[in-house]
């Protein structure tokens, strides 16, 4: 199970659609498959290499302890339940999620948050009319719709996560 780190004082809230079973199992977002991880390595993000974040045991001590505390970065997902795939979440599943988010980033008023992937806010917002890049403010925080990690080259949601992290 994985457990979600929000706090006060975050510079970046990560939001993503829901996880992956083996994720889910290690208790770390986005470890069944390591590109988000290397792509905040990559993006300065991180200060940890690649090669520590590829091994299971130094990623899930990077997100228990500095992940929050460190670097002030947050994590939550849209619908919480892994699925392999995600037309496997039922239609009104992140309605939850969302009052979830949206409690979050009213109390804890992160700089930035940062949708992991259009799946992620087309199911928090409820809306397909919108483009990669900044949106809309969310209360008092700067709302940024990345790339998704695992599709395309990687130089852009490098250049993504820069951008959010020069606002945070």
Same mark, same amino acid.
């Given at each position: 199970?994985?457990?979600?780190? =929000?706090?006060?004082?975050? #510079?970046?809230?990560?939001?993503? $659609? ?6 889910? %199992? /290690? ?51 849209? =619908?919480?339940?892994?699925? #392999?795939?995600?037309?496997?979440? $039922? ?6 999620? %969302? /009052? ?46 990345m790339h998704f990690p695992l599709r395309g080259r990687a130089s852009v949601r490098i250049t993504d996560l820069k951008e ?5």
């Amino acid at each position: 199970m994985i457990r979600y780190r =929000v706090s006060k004082g975050m #510079r970046i809230l990560f939001v993503g $659609i829901n996880p992956h079973p083996g994720s889910y %199992r /290690r208790g770390v977002p986005f470890s069944n498959n390591k590109m988000f991880w290397y792509l905040l390595s990559r993006s300065g993000c991180i200060l940890e290499s690649i090669d520590e974040v590829r091994d299971d045991h130094r990623l899930k001590r990077l997100y228990n302890t500095k992940f929050n505390q460190v670097y002030k970065y947050g994590f939550l997902n849209v =619908v919480n339940r892994p699925t #392999r795939d995600i037309s496997m979440i $039922i239609e009104g599943e992140e309605k939850r999620g %969302r /009052r979830t988010i949206l409690e979050s980033i009213k109390n804890y008023k992160p700089k930035v948050v940062c949708f992991i992937g259009k799946v992620a806010y087309e199911k928090f917002a409820g809306t397909k009319n919108f483009k990669s890049g900044w949106q809309d403010d969310i209360f008092f925080s700067k709302s940024f719709v990345m790339h998704f990690p695992l599709r395309g080259r990687a130089s852009v949601r490098i250049t993504d996560l820069k951008e959010v992290l020069k606002h945070s």
